[in-house]
């Protein structure tokens, strides 16, 4: 069974700052990750996807992923308080076919403070 | 643009009182999910349908049972509820990589459904 590990915080950082989300998991073999946000009483929703080592970058966002020290992490660059939300990292399971059902983190709570 | 969209959003049972969630989705998805969502747990993968007429076990089936009825609706029954099922379950849907290879494994979410089980 694949694991997903993340700092459940919260995280607090002052609006402006970089906001540092980090997350690992177990498995060697695993080709793609996924960031969701979360607000509170709401439904996750994708923000970003990686697949292939190095960063990506996506307005004030950027994941980052190392294969080799099975490591993900997401940036978040000039923090707004409407970033307060908690963050979650998804990996595929080799179950439920070819695409795999995603398993969840535990979510990293952040709050930017103004 | 509904998406997924679950009912009921609010539902407070007694215990040993059964109950069906319900989910339908108007993204032409083929594969469908139901997690719960229990603090400090994150999300834990209850059951899900990769296709229409196929349901499989995630991580934590024991206490339900789901049915896919057709391609738009996969539905979530608590046969007997205990106070441990008391969480958050959200419903979400996924298309085929072959159909949208840029959107494999982005899972749509339902707005959830809040059940407490006294």
């Known amino acids: 069974q694949k694991e997903v590990e993340q700092n459940s915080g919260p995280l607090s950082v002052p609006e402006g700052a970089i906001a540092s989300l980090n997350c690992t998991y177990s498995?060697?073999?695993?080709?793609?990750f996924f960031w969701y946000r979360q607000y509170s009483g709401k439904s996750p929703e994708l923000i970003m996807s990686i697949y292939s080592n190095g960063d990506k970058e996506d307005g004030r966002f950027t994941a980052q992923l190392n294969k080799a020290s099975q490591y993900v992490s997401l940036l978040i660059r000039d923090s707004q308080p409407s970033d307060s939300a908690t963050y979650l990292c998804a990996v595929p399971t080799p179950y439920g076919g070819s695409q795999g059902n995603l398993i969840f983190g535990k979510g990293t709570k952040l709050s930017v403070k103004p | 643009n509904a998406g997924v969209t679950q009912t009921p959003k609010f539902q407070v049972l007694k215990t040993g009182q059964s109950m069906t969630l319900q989910c339908a989705q108007d993204m032409n998805h083929n594969s469908m999910y139901w997690y719960r969502q229990d603090p400090g747990m994150g999300l834990r993968l209850i059951y899900y349908s990769a296709s229409e007429g196929t349901t499989d076990k995630g991580e934590v089936p024991n206490g339900y049972n789901v049915s896919r009825l057709n391609k738009r609706e996969f539905s979530l029954r608590l046969e007997s509820a205990a106070p441990s099922q008391t969480s958050v379950y959200f419903c979400?849907?996924?298309?085929?990589?072959?159909?949208?290879?840029?959107?494999?494994?982005?899972?749509?979410f339902g707005a959830g459904s809040r059940l407490t089980v006294l």
């Open positions: 498995d060697r073999v695993s080709q793609s």
């Open positions: 979400a849907s996924k298309g085929s990589a072959v159909a949208d290879p840029s959107g494999a494994n982005v899972l749509t």
